[in-house]
């Protein structure tokens, strides 16, 4: 990957247009970019971030990646993550993307947990391969610190545009406390079948609060709210893709938007590439409730209120939360769509985490009539299955 000319993403694919933030202008505290940042947040939940500073940083940290999977499987798996574990090594096919298939998932990562990376040489949580350990200092710290700076400004805005008091979800997200923040640098093998019906990660909401992603290849697809087919998302050089997680979207009451997405072989002439990638988690701090902000802002309460079908009191800390998310997502990844439902002239698809209405296409609404007449069909003729036998023995009684 270092140093490969790869060939250019298609233009004959499906792709969605994000809008792309500044993040210079974000630093510089220009109100319309901010106002642009929350358009993206709470309509899609997705943005290309240009002028985010950390190109070396990412680049570097590739290189860590790299390094860490060119050393022996058997070395690779003594630091591997057990099944409580979620900072460490993770092999090929550990994860089902596909339930109803049982299909496992094509990709390798390295998670090296924020608290580990700011306290080294310290240990945390767990200790790490000699490749992450070398490039602690010069290249993690420096990409972790980048990316919690960039999570920090965008925390601040959403803060401020929820109508939270002053520094509330940066408390929930404070960098001292330990959580399970942290940087991924995941690796894909080379595919021969562009759209294998193999994801390489299967469709899922990422479980925290902001994702700050860097890839090359494309693969990233994700569903716009509304849409029931996916679209790629197009790499642009010198472009993060940031997106809210789920916990995030908990705490505004939905208003920020956390999307489903999934990561398939690469498009067209990429398809043949390894594929890297590489995120920042950031997650809040272990102990925060992960739960709506309804007392802290009557925005937050009005939009509570008028979802009385969505759950926003998981119950969890974060840290519990993450685990029993993690936990499902390894047994079967559970926020893959489990099935689709018509009712009340919208479509719903149902995921572990909550049922997500789709809009209604015409074509969904004919297959969904046929489906319940088929049903009623049935039914009527079980019924006069059930009357027929019925007289016959009242019949045979007299
Ligand atoms: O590889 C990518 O482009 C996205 C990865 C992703 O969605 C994840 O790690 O949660
Ligand atoms: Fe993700």
Known sequence: MPGTTLPPFPDDVRTHRLLTIDYELIKAGDKDEENRLWKAATTIGYWYLKNHGADQEVSDMFDMGSETMALPFEERMKFGQGEAQYFGYKKLGANVVNAA????????????????????????????PSTVNARMADTIVPFVRKALEVNYAVL???????????????????????????????????????????????????????TFLHNRLGGLQMMPPGHDEWSYVRPVPGHAICNVGDALSIFSGGILQSNTHRVVPPPGAQVGYERWSLSFFTRPGNSEVVRALVESSPLIAEAVKKQPDRNFETGFTAVAWLATRMKNHRLNNRTVKISSIYFGGRNHERYATGTRDIGCKP?????????HSIAISYLARSFLLWCWLHAHHLFRVF
């Not at 049982?102 to 767990?126: C, G, W």
């Not at 074509?363 to 969904?368: D, P, V």
């Open 101 to 128: 298939a049982m299909n496992l998932n094509t990709s390798e990562f390295i998670n090296v947990s924020k608290d580990d990376a700011l306290a080294y040489p310290q240990v945390v949580h767990r200790t790490y």
């Open 156 to 210: 601040s805005i959403f803060n401020e545009k929820l109508g939270l008091p002053q520094g509330t979800l940066e408390r929930l997200h404070a960098m001292e406390e330990h959580s399970t923040s942290d940087a991924r640098c995941i690796r894909n093998p080379p595919q021969v079948k562009e759209r294998a019906a193999n994801p390489a990660i299967g469709a899922h909401t990422d479980f925290g609060s902001l």
């Open 363 to 371: 074509r969904h609404r004919i297959h969904s009539l046929v489906c």
